[in-house]
């Protein structure tokens, strides 16, 4: 099973960023669509963003952090990416990246993602 590492994450005062980094030594990524998801205490897992192979075809924002977070992806890299910009506490969740065959515009459907990492600990708290 491919190993997905997800960095970035950490405490963070509300109203500040963060950025997130997905990366893996064992595919290359830019030939699978990227997906971030989120899970918190209590809470089911919920999509937050995802985005094309080659980023240029399409990315998709949920609305929840429509408008504070972006998606990207640097393929020459291998990495992807999550920019959180002004962060609130019910953004605290642990983040997870993921791999998938495609993107829709429709929306990311964690069932179409296949490899997945450990997960980031985001937490926002004064």
């Known amino acids: 099973q491919v190993q997905l590492v997800e960095s970035g994450g950490g405490l963070v005062q509300p109203g500040g960023s963060l950025r997130l980094s997905c990366t893996t030594s064992?595919?290359?990524?830019?030939?699978?669509?990227i997906g971030w998801f989120r899970q918190a205490p209590g809470k089911e897992r919920e999509a937050v963003a995802c985005?094309?192979?080659?980023?240029?075809?399409?990315?998709h924002v949920e609305q929840s952090v429509k408008g504070r977070f972006t998606i990207s992806r640097d393929n020459s890299k291998n990495t992807a990416y999550l920019q959180m910009n002004s962060l609130k506490p019910e953004d605290t969740a642990l983040y997870f990246c993921?791999?998938?065959?495609?993107?829709?515009?429709?929306?990311?459907?964690?069932?179409?993602?296949?490899?997945w990492g450990q997960g980031t600990q985001v937490t926002v708290s004064s």
């Open positions: 993921a791999t998938g065959p495609w993107y829709s515009d429709d929306g990311c459907d964690a069932s179409e993602y296949n490899e």
């Open positions: 064992e595919l290359a990524l830019e030939y699978y669509a």
């Open positions: 985005i094309s192979r080659s980023g240029d075809d399409g990315m």
